[in-house]
């Protein structure tokens, strides 16, 4: 069974590793996670070396179609945010199969 991982669970491995105080670890983890969010707002890419890139992309406007009726709907443009993750964390995911 899967585990999320939450902020919380990432500040207590800072706390543990770096030896930081479990307020400054929570600070670090909201300091991170803030300065990615505004990056993604303002249309840019973050890359973490080892990790992955997340990249945001623009969508246009286009025809979808509901699933359960079958009628046609206009599904507005719209930004999204995916990931791709680096050569080694794939290699790193793969290894356990």
């Avoid at 030896?19 to 990615?36: K, Q, T």
């Avoid at 707002?41 to 997340?54: L, R």
Wanted: proline fraction near 3%; hydrophobic fraction near 35%.
């Amino acid at each position: 069974m899967s585990k999320t991982i939450t902020r919380q669970d990432i500040a207590n491995a800072v706390h543990n590793q770096l030896g930081l105080s479990r307020n400054e670890s929570s600070e670090l983890v909201e300091a991170v996670i803030e300065e990615m969010c505004l990056s993604f707002e303002a249309g840019e890419q973050v890359k973490i070396s080892s990790f992955g890139t997340f990249l945001v992309s623009a969508k246009a406007e286009r025809i979808g179609r509901n699933p359960k009726s079958g009628q046609e709907a206009v599904i507005t443009p719209r930004r999204v945010l995916s990931f791709r993750p680096s050569n080694q964390m794939r290699d790193r995911v793969n290894s356990d199969q």
